[in-house]
């Protein structure tokens, strides 16, 4: 049996058309950038540490406190050791805010950051969980959508 020959045709372009396609190109990959990586560095109202600012002001607590294991709690006042966590991330803000109870003694707290009214139904979730399991967690709720 002999070997098939493969042939490829390749396309003649002039240099005009070489520019624009790779002009072409260029606007895609930027398009496609645009549209499925915005994600990536979504943006909220404030940074997570501007709440933690004014709320662990207002509480005269101490913000960034380390902890002997180098973890470090967010605010930490004479009565709680406080998780501030955006809405989403509720869930992560319960194991956080109970380790942070544990290593300082204190009372657990979060501080759930709730940008929009869309972000309520994460107050509800930490909140029946809480309840449910009798966990020994206070939570506030700081933001536009509380």
């Given at each position: 049996?002999?070997?098939?020959?493969?042939?490829?045709?390749l396309k003649r372009?002039?240099?005009?058309?070489?520019?624009?396609?790779?002009?072409n190109?260029?606007?895609?990959?930027?398009f496609f950038f645009a549209t499925f990586c915005?994600?990536?560095?979504?943006s909220h109202l404030y940074p997570e540490k501007w709440y933690q600012k004014k709320w662990c002001q207002d509480h005269n607590g101490k913000i960034e406190v380390?902890?002997?294991?180098?973890?470090?709690?967010?605010?930490?006042?004479?009565?709680?050791a406080v998780e501030f966590d955006f809405g989403k991330k509720w869930?992560?803000?319960?194991?956080q805010s109970l380790y942070?109870?544990?290593?300082?003694?204190?009372?657990?707290?979060?501080?759930?950051?709730?940008?929009?009214?869309?972000?309520?139904?994460?107050?509800?979730r930490l909140n029946t969980i809480i309840n449910h399991f009798k966990l020994p967690i206070d939570?506030?709720?700081?933001?536009?959508?509380k």
């Open positions: 049996m002999r070997p098939r020959k493969i042939s490829i045709k372009r002039r240099p005009f058309q070489l520019k624009r396609e790779l002009e190109e260029k606007t895609s990959c930027h915005s994600n990536c560095f979504a380390v902890l002997p294991d180098r973890t470090r709690c967010d605010c930490l006042t004479n009565t709680h869930a992560e803000a319960i194991g942070y109870s544990l290593q300082t003694n204190k009372k657990a707290g979060i501080v759930l950051i709730i940008e929009t009214i869309k972000d309520r139904k994460y107050w509800i939570t506030w709720a700081v933001g536009e959508g």
